[in-house]
């Protein structure tokens, strides 16, 4: 009865009283107290079983047999060892038999049955047998395990015990890739549960991982990297710390990353691309450190390249060896892994740049800090490289949007779309990878191809890249209307906010609704008496590149739509602010309110004469709050105050 296990059908069957009466010697020498009479039970009964169909498909049958084996005599079997009495072939052929027993059993046995304690207790002698079974007994064993792993009490079982008695499970798990999914399943199951003891589980599963990490040392760790990975992204956040085997991840992931290339060394780099993508979304800073920072050359190594210039080099390479023919792989079977190693890859950079700017702002020698992480002459090649990536990037965001509105490349004609439509965005049809419903690979790239730009287009000053991402405005447009998380609107803002540093940028900008699309994103907020912090953080870089728009010399002509503005920032005056975030936004929206004001014509102006006043009573009242009368928001609330006055001089008398 080899082979991954089964369920078989349970229903009863009439019984046949002569194959049935074939067990009664069997059951008979099971039912003795001699450990000789029980053996020669048990393999005749395993002998009956595997010749007789009906009586395995009979659960009354099937019941009755289990009830008759002793727990204790299959527990004696599986402990036998070679010895002076018995010889190692003589061990191993009484170990297989109660394996076999049990696998038999556990297929052939009712679901109710199967989860009995009985059952169940089973499992640390099976574990404990793995090391003196042979191969097609530990598979056996291993697929028992993989069905109790399946159920609630089976998988707490197997997690319950303690180090040493897991030990045999821990050390096959290079020769049986069974075991990590064991291992997976169980953890999955028992995280789930709602009674479940937090502690000893977190400490349960940070010691197995640590435990596999130092088993797969100065191997291919593809298997374990995956293993992790789905592990990290399923089970519930309460588990997730302390990992204190980031260290060792970090070095198996530096060295599966830099390997020769071959077919092996391929699965391992990808897998552990997409893991530390997984590792700096959850362990941001911790991860960040340690793939970063450990990485930096040490002085009797100038010669070599750090391990982090040659891990973010290899990326940019695939990225920019990948993009340009992304667009023909649209149908092929590979496309959907292709995409999420790229995804990753376009993670792992924008945190390498997180990471770097986070340093700098917290050191004030920020060229000792640069050197540190690498040598300038390296940090330049990096940003070169990094540009020529992004450029690429906005080519093929470009060509996959004209592909999805051509209908092309196996796109359907519902997701279709005009790029160039005079319409408001918010009229045009969604395509396949801007649906929030949609989990597929396509959308994760995506997501990631705009945090990186978003991010390098603020950071890197190349109006020559800038002047380039013009062409997808409406791209991004777009992508904000239909995906509302603020991972992907806050990069998109960012994105936008440096865009219109150059003239087409603003021009395209307002031609594309721009402005009507961020400012229905930012009345809602004003406007709100609940907002999320994030959502507030993100309406602040809305104001900021409404502002940029207002003060271009390319937004010469004043649109009176843009008014409303003054309107909404007056509605989120009605309480205190309860946060410095909401202060912040606050400030913003009036500054910006003010300099429309400025700008709007005479006759325009007077008809918010009345929002102006309550804007600087406002203002005046949250200035007498300020303690810190030299801070930031004190001088924007006396430059909002100011501002009013200088458009309004009445307001003073």
Not at 421 to 428: I, L, V
Request: charged share 25%; hydrophobic share 40%.
């Amino acid at each position: 009865m080899a082979g991954r296990l089964e369920e078989e059908g349970t229903k009863p069957t009439p019984t046949n009283p002569e194959p049935e009466k074939a067990l009664e010697q069997p059951l008979a020498l099971l039912r003795s107290g001699d450990d000789t009479h029980r053996f020669v039970g048990l393999a005749l009964l395993k002998s009956i079983l595997d010749n007789q169909q009906s009586l395995r498909e009979d659960p009354r049958v099937i019941t009755r047999c289990w009830a008759a084996i002793s727990a204790k005599f299959l527990d004696a079997l599986l402990r036998t060892s070679e010895g002076e009495s018995r010889s190692k072939q003589e061990a191993q052929s009484m170990v297989e038999l109660a394996v076999a027993i049990i696998h038999a059993f556990v297929v052939l046995l009712p679901p109710e049955c199967r989860e009995s304690p009985k059952m169940l207790g089973r499992i640390p002698g099976l574990v404990g047998a793995l090391l003196r079974s042979s191969s097609e007994a530990i598979t056996q064993i291993l697929q028992i395990l993989l069905t109790f792993s399946s159920e609630a009490h089976g998988a707490q079982r197997l997690l319950g015990l303690d180090t040493e008695a897991i030990s045999p499970l821990l050390e096959l798990n290079l020769q049986q890739a069974l075991v990590l999914e064991v291992f997976q399943r169980a953890f999955l199951i028992v995280s789930a549960l709602d009674d479940v003891s937090q502690t000893p589980l977190c400490q349960t599963l940070h010691e197995i991982i640590s435990a596999l990490l130092n088993s797969f040392r100065d191997t291919e760790c593809t298997q374990l990297f995956d293993f992790i990975n789905h592990l990290l992204n399923n089970v519930p956040p309460w588990i997730l710390y302390p990992a204190t085997w980031l260290p060792s991840v970090a070095a198996s992931i530096h060295t599966a990353i830099l390997k020769s290339p071959n077919d092996t060394a391929s699965d391992a780099r990808m897998s552990a691309v997409v893991l530390s993508a997984t590792l700096l979304r959850i362990y941001r800073e911790e991860f960040s450190a340690l793939l970063f920072k450990s990485s930096a050359p040490k002085k009797s190594s100038s010669d070599k390249k750090p391990v982090i210039y040659l891990s973010i080099n290899l990326l940019l390479i695939d990225i920019r060896a990948t993009i340009p023919s992304l667009l023909g792989m649209l149908n092929s079977t590979s496309f959907p892994n292709t995409c999420k190693r790229l995804a990753a890859s376009y993670d792992i950079i924008v945190g390498f740049l997180g990471y770097l700017l986070k340093s700098l702002d917290d050191e004030s020698d920020s060229q000792g800090v640069t050197d540190s992480l690498l040598p300038p002459s390296l940090m330049l090649r990096l940003r070169t490289d990094i540009a020529e990536a992004m450029s690429s990037t906005v080519e093929y965001m470009r060509d996959r949007f004209d592909a999805a509105v051509d209908r092309t490349n196996g796109i359907q004609a519902s997701s279709k779309i005009s790029e160039h439509s005079s319409q408001p965005t918010s009229q045009h049809l969604s395509l396949p990878w801007y649906s929030l419903d949609d989990c597929s690979p396509e959308l994760h790239l995506v997501a990631a191809q705009v945090r990186t730009l978003g991010l390098w287009l603020r950071e890197d000053e190349n109006e020559k890249l800038r002047t380039e991402a013009v062409s997808i405005i409406d791209i991004l447009l777009n992508l904000y209307s239909f995906i509302s998380t603020d991972d992907i609107r806050s990069p998109i803002v960012i994105a936008l906010e440096a865009i219109v540093t150059v003239p087409e940028g603003v021009k395209s900008f307002l031609e594309k609704h721009g402005w009507a699309i961020l400012f229905e994103d930012l009345k809602s907020t004003l406007t709100s008496s609940t907002t999320a912090e994030e959502h507030s953080i993100r309406t602040i870089e809305i104001v900021r590149l409404l502002l940029a728009v207002v003060e271009s010399d390319t937004a010469d002509l004043f649109r009176e739509e843009w008014m409303e503005v003054v309107s909404a920032s007056v509605a989120s005056s009605v309480s205190q602010p309860s946060t410095s975030v909401e202060l912040e936004l606050r400030i913003g929206a009036w500054q910006l309110a003010v300099e429309l004001l400025d700008r709007a014509p005479v006759v325009v102006r007077r008809k918010y004469e009345k929002e102006a006043r309550r804007m600087m009573e406002m203002a005046n009242g949250l200035l007498k709050l300020e303690r810190n009368e030299d801070g930031e928001n004190a001088e924007g609330l006396r430059e909002v105050v100011d501002g009013v006055l200088e458009v309004f001089p009445e307001f003073e008398k």
